[in-house]
């Protein structure tokens, strides 16, 4: 098999089109849209590639597969920024802090002088943290369009359009994320909510995650005085608008952990329905010509390079790798 076609240019597929690339195969990429953009759940993604952080509530594969994640976007976006992950949170909430140090790995506990030294702007507020030294984060609209044009370069081809994949002929690759439930009707939606503010008068070098007692809220340094906040959880498929608890709640929680976000422009606000199963975990699944790939969840920018390799090895070796499922 010398071509594929891989149906959706979001994180899936073009991490995807990356390997089966590598491994010397023609590969086109058909979607509804023209190029990176708001349609695509990964446009709206904390990028933060943090697999010790996330083994507290995710399942083991997350961690162990995610670590190898920072390397893998570093060589083919050339973007990440490898700072660590600080979480921190309230004196009131200590307890939710030995919780989470109880539930991770491969970080140090830090107290409020060194705090004060990685992020001055939190100088003061915090007493204690959990100090991630070898995770990373990444810009994802940066890093998708860098993804995207390399594709493009080593040959890959670009279509706009809709496209069935039951009537495709050949090898075809279905990464449609939620828009594929018809032929993954176990396939659920996350709704996941997020801010972009722009604020000069707090400067961060890393993502820190705040413990915080209503929300737990990460905040992603974008660079310029830009910042990602996240992110609401809600088993709903509705994709369209932001609830107004939520923003509040996050709004909330930045201003807790610095009073400055208090003044902040909001430059976005989005909103998505992520595609998950129910274990949170991804599932590549066959049926004759179709591979389906789908179920990223929130680890969208960290699992993708793992599921990527994974049906790159289905197609090139015929092998059923870890997150393959014969249902």
């Known amino acids: 098999m010398s071509q ?16 089966v690339l590598d491994r010397s195969l023609k590969v086109t990429l058909i979607d509804r849209y023209e190029g990176i953009g708001p349609h695509q759940c990964s446009w709206w993604a904390g990028g933060m590639l943090a697999p010790f952080c996330e083994g507290e509530s995710a399942e083991e594969p997350v961690v162990r597969l995610g670590a190898g994640a920072a390397a893998w976007w570093q060589k083919h976006s050339g973007s990440v920024t490898q700072a660590g992950s600080l979480v921190v949170s309230p004196a009131r909430d200590r307890a939710d802090m030995r919780r989470f140090a109880r539930r991770t790995t491969e970080f140090r506990e830090i107290g409020a002088e060194e705090i004060a030294k990685l992020e001055p702007d939190l100088a003061g507020r915090f007493s204690n943290g959990l100090l991630f030294e070898t995770e990373a984060h990444l810009a994802p609209r940066e890093a998708l369009q860098k993804l995207r044009a390399g594709l493009i370069k080593d040959g890959a081809t670009f279509e706009v359009g809709e496209a069935d994949p039951d009537q495709l002929t050949g090898l075809v690759v279905d990464t449609r994320g939620f828009a594929a439930k018809p032929a993954l009707p176990d396939l659920r939606g ?45 088993e709903s498929s509705a994709s369209a608008h932001p609830t107004a608890r939520a923003m509040l709640e996050l709004l909330s929680a930045a201003y807790a952990l610095n009073p400055a976000f208090g003044e902040a422009e909001v430059l ?39 599921l990527a390799r994974m049906v790159a090895d289905v197609i090139t070796k015929d092998e059923q790798p870890e997150f393959y499922d014969a249902a």
Do not use: W
């Not at 594929?4 to 390997?19: C, D, N």
């Not at 503010?197 to 890393?206: A, F, I, M, N």
């Not at 590549?284 to 789908?294: P, S, T, V, Y």
């Open 4 to 19: 594929v076609t891989i149906i959706g240019a979001g994180v899936a597929g073009l991490t995807i089109a990356r390997e």
């Open 190 to 234: 996350v709704k996941g909510e997020m801010l972009i503010l722009k604020c000069d008068d707090v400067s961060l070098s890393r993502p820190v995650r705040l413990l915080h007692p209503r929300i737990p809220l990460y905040v992603v340094p974008r660079g310029d005085g830009i910042f990602m906040l996240g992110a609401t959880m809600i």
């Open 268 to 306: 976005e606000i989005g909103v998505d329905s992520r595609p998950a199963f129910a274990d949170n975990l991804p599932r590549i699944r066959r049926q004759g010509n179709i591979i389906r790939a789908n179920g990223l969840y929130r680890h969208g920018f960290l699992l993708s390079p793992a």
